[in-house]
C-alpha cells in the first residue's frame, strides 16, 4: 500500500486485513488505531476505511477501543463529515430495503447504529455544527442540499435522516 496517500480501494483492502487481525487478537487495539490513524489522513483513506469497517461483522466498530477514539477524534472533520453522510445514507437505505422486502435493512440498520455511536464520541460541538446542516437540508435549505439531492431520497427517507440526526442528541 502507498503509505503517502492510500486510493480508495488500498485502504480498503488494508482495512479489511487489519480488522480482520484484530478480530483474530493477532494486532492490539494501539497498533490497529495507528494504522488506521494513517489511513484517516485522507479523504480516500478515511472512506475506504469507513467502506469497510462500518459494514462488515468485525465488532471494531462496535466495541471502539479507546486508543481508536483518540485517532479518530484527532482527527477532526473528515471522520465527522463521513460519517454524517455514512448516516444519511444508510438511513435512508434503511427505508429502501425494508420498503423493497430486502434483507439488506439489517446491514443498513447496523450502520446507522455504528454511525450514531461515533458520532456521540467524537467532539460534540463539531458533531453538532456537522448535523445542523444536514438537518436543514431536510428541511430543504443548506449546503448538504446538494447531497441529498443527488440520491433523489424520498419523504420517507428524508424523514428517516431527519429522525436519526436526533437519536444523535438522545
Excluded at 25 to 50: C, H, M, Q, W, Y
Excluded at 70 to 94: C, P, Q, W
Excluded at 109 to 119: A, F, N, S, V
Aim: with cysteine; net charge negative; charged share 30%.
Amino acid at each position: 500500500m502507498n503509505e503517502q496517500k492510500p486510493t480508495f480501494k488500498e485502504a480498503m483492502q488494508a482495512s479489511m486485513i487489519w480488522c480482520r487481525s484484530w478480530e483474530n487478537n493477532e494486532i492490539s487495539d494501539e497498533v490497529i488505531s495507528d494504522r488506521i490513524g494513517e489511513l484517516i489522513k485522507t479523504v480516500e483513506g478515511a472512506r475506504g476505511f469507513f467502506v469497510v469497517s462500518l459494514s462488515i461483522d468485525c465488532p471494531l466498530m462496535d466495541r471502539f477501543p479507546d486508543a481508536l477514539i483518540f485517532k479518530l477524534r484527532s482527527s477532526g472533520e473528515i471522520v465527522i463529515d463521513l460519517t454524517v453522510k455514512n448516516l444519511a445514507m444508510s438511513s435512508a437505505m434503511t427505508i429502501t430495503h425494508r420498503n423493497n422486502k430486502d434483507p439488506h435493512e439489517i446491514q443498513s440498520e447496523r450502520i446507522k447504529i455504528r454511525c450514531i455511536e461515533l458520532l456521540r464520541l467524537l467532539d460534540s460541538n463539531q458533531v453538532k455544527q456537522r448535523l445542523d446542516v444536514l438537518l436543514e437540508a431536510t428541511k430543504g435549505h443548506g449546503s448538504d442540499l446538494k447531497f441529498l439531492s443527488k440520491w433523489d431520497y424520498n419523504d420517507e427517507q428524508i424523514n428517516a435522516i431527519s429522525e436519526s440526526i436526533y437519536e444523535v442528541a438522545t
